[in-house]
């Protein structure tokens, strides 16, 4: 989930649901195979697919003759603003890195799966890659050079709901203003300190004080039926607060604990009911491992 409302494009956490399953094997073929065995009808060219481009741009590192087989199972749903590219990318580029007996670094597995990224939002960034890789949160302090710091934080509990509208990342990137006001700007990074310090200290209030962003969710916000009011509720509910999730259309809340983000769940629920939009919803907590890796077979 990137951004974390106040931290666009430089903050981000891995969640522990919901979560893509992928199986990657190792052929003398130089080619990629990819099978997808959900029903989201994504691109099996590995040049148009984010699993593929990653895993391309692995063996043109290596300069050795070799391809993979992978099969995708997606429950994350693609454009729904909790971080699916990055999850492709990131499992393709982790999983790929074992079978190749660790050869990479952590920066550069980063690397390859963020061009996975480009592929999906047109623009490279880290903040989901990182958290995915890394698990828990990530703080991008810098892309050119890569700089990626963790963030320790307390066991909070997430809540999430995907109203089932569309929002492309690239579209939500595109009706975004290129300046901002520097009284805007110094509220911004008032709040990005005030987020991490309240992370690193466990203080929970300057946490939810810290959850504002006055600069990209006024602007994207409009994108989302029913946001104002679900914000309200759910923070009348015990939220500590919460924003929009990644580029939308999901919108997160953290709480404290799972009865609160179970309660703020039924806010979430009232209102799409109420304005007659499809959804999902999760209530879950902070992936600290990242992608995990399972051998099926030595
Ligand atoms: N930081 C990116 C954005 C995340 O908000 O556009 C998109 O996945």
Not at 154 to 171: A, K, M, N
Request: net charge negative; with cysteine; proline share 4%.
């Amino acid at each position: 989930m990137a951004n974390l409302v106040c931290g666009f494009d430089i903050l981000g956490l891995a969640l522990s649901a919901p979560n893509d399953i992928m199986e990657l094997s190792l052929t003398e073929e130089p080619a990629v195979t990819i099978r997808n065995l959900d029903s989201f009808n994504l691109p099996t060219d590995p040049e148009k697919n984010v699993a593929g481009v990653v895993l391309l741009s692995i063996i043109e590192k290596t300069g050795r003759r070799f391809g993979f087989d992978i099969s995708i199972e997606k429950h994350i749903k693609p454009g729904s603003g909790i971080g699916s590219s990055a999850a492709s990318a990131a499992g393709a580029a982790v999983a790929a890195n074992h079978l190749l007996e660790n050869i990479f670094s952590t920066d550069e597995i980063v690397q390859f799966a963020m061009n996975g990224e480009t592929l999906a939002s047109g623009v490279k960034h880290a903040d989901n890659i990182a958290p995915c890789v890394l698990g828990g949160i990530s703080l991008i302090r810098s892309i050119h050079p890569l700089d990626i710091v963790s963030i320790p934080a307390p066991d909070l509990f997430v809540t999430v709901v995907h109203p089932q509208i569309e929002v492309r990342t690239s579209d939500a990137r595109q009706i975004l203003k290129q300046q901002v006001l520097l009284k805007d700007a110094i509220k911004q990074w008032g709040n990005i300190a005030g987020l991490v310090t309240g992370f690193m200290k466990q203080e929970y209030d300057l946490i939810g004080r810290s959850l504002e962003d006055v600069i990209i969710e006024p602007v994207r916000s409009i994108l989302i039926p029913g946001f104002d009011e679900l914000k309200k509720g759910c923070k009348e509910a015990g939220a500590l607060g919460g924003g929009i999730s990644g580029s939308g259309p999901s919108v997160f809340m953290l709480s404290k604990d799972e009865a609160t983000a179970i309660a703020v769940e039924s806010v979430m629920k009232g209102v799409y009911n109420r304005i007659g939009i499809d959804y999902n919803t999760y209530v879950t907590t902070i992936n600290k491992e990242g992608v995990r890796v399972e051998w099926l077979r030595s």
